[in-house]
């Protein structure tokens, strides 16, 4: 599922094209994608508005429009949201998954089957933003701006690890008492959010902690090391443009480059790019979770 790399990556590809943009019209092609209120009532409450902002908290994405009013975009499993450019051509071929079965698009394409919201722009073009959402975990939802901040799912989220509020005092702070194991802390969102399943293991690899160690045995020289390797691990994907290893795309609809510069998600069965030592799989949180024996040692 998109993370926090991949979502940042998508917001920071619609905000030239999609701010200061007036929605003429919202379409809802799949109703069950709508939350809170019906599609054709979210049609028209947000017909006519402009976007003013788009900013991103954890993985979701938020468009703040005219009259206080916000759409949030949580991309589930397998949600797109891409800019469709009048001026440029449709690509229309579509790659198959080999795990999955599953279409991608290549690039820019028209809707398709799996296209389930367009919200279409002021020009004689039609220039719009679409999303699309194989698997259907996604959803839309249009809140009072006042409101997002009150929403459960957004009131529990921790600390951002790329924003200014990311100091060790805070970090120390947020993890101060926890208890089980370090994995499963990262992906919970409770204390640093952002982090699935493929930067907990990158974090975990880059600090050098078992990602099944116990959080409350962490001494401050450890706690340090993964402080300093979150952020590192998230930049380095946010300048690669995300992973892309199945569904998800840019704004343009092109490929993320980060999954070529993995040390550990996904490797199980080959050599530790640091030790040699060949990589292990095991469980965390019903998560397959990728880690070197020798540079992790569970202590």
């Known amino acids: 599922m998109p993370e926090l790399p991949e979502v940042e990556t998508i917001r920071r590809g619609l905000e030239p094209k999609v701010v200061g943009r007036r929605i003429v019209q919202a379409t809802v092609r799949l109703k069950k994608q709508v939350r809170g209120m019906g599609a054709p009532a979210f049609e028209r409450a947000i017909k006519g508005r402009k976007i003013l902002r788009a900013r991103r908290r954890a993985k979701f994405l938020l468009f703040d429009l005219e009259g206080a009013k916000t759409l949030l975009i949580h991309l589930g499993m397998s949600g797109q949201v891409s800019f469709w450019d009048h001026r440029k051509p449709d690509e229309n ?6 795990l999955t079965g599953l279409q991608r698009a290549v690039t820019q394409h028209a809707p398709d089957k799996h296209t389930h919201a367009l919200f279409t722009f002021d020009q004689a073009g039609g220039d719009r933003m679409q999303y699309r959402d194989i698997r259907q975990f996604g959803y839309l939802r249009l809140l009072e701006t006042d409101a997002i901040d009150k929403l459960p799912s957004i009131r529990r989220l921790g600390l951002e690890p790329l924003g200014a509020g990311f100091t060790w005092d805070a970090f120390s702070t947020a993890l101060r008492g926890r208890r089980g194991m370090l994995k499963a802390l990262l992906l919970n969102q409770s204390a640093i959010v952002g ?5 907990a293991d990158e974090a975990c690899f880059a600090s050098r902690l078992n990602p099944r160690q116990d959080v409350s045995r962490l001494k401050e020289a450890q706690l340090r090391d993964l402080f300093k390797a979150i952020p590192a691990v998230l930049k ?5 443009g995300g992973t892309s290893l199945m569904d ?13 510069s993995l040390a550990a ?6 050599a530790c790019l640091r030790c040699g030592t060949t990589l292990k799989k095991t469980q965390v949180s019903q998560r397959t979770t990728v880690y070197c024996p020798h540079c992790q040692r569970l202590r």
């Open 93 to 98: 071929r579509f790659t198959v998954s080999p």
């Open 195 to 199: 982090l699935g399943n493929i930067y």
């Open 236 to 240: 380095q994907a946010l300048g690669n």
């Open 248 to 260: 998800y795309r840019r704004a343009d609809g092109t490929h993320g480059l980060n999954q070529g």
């Open 265 to 270: 998600y996904g490797r199980a069965g080959q």
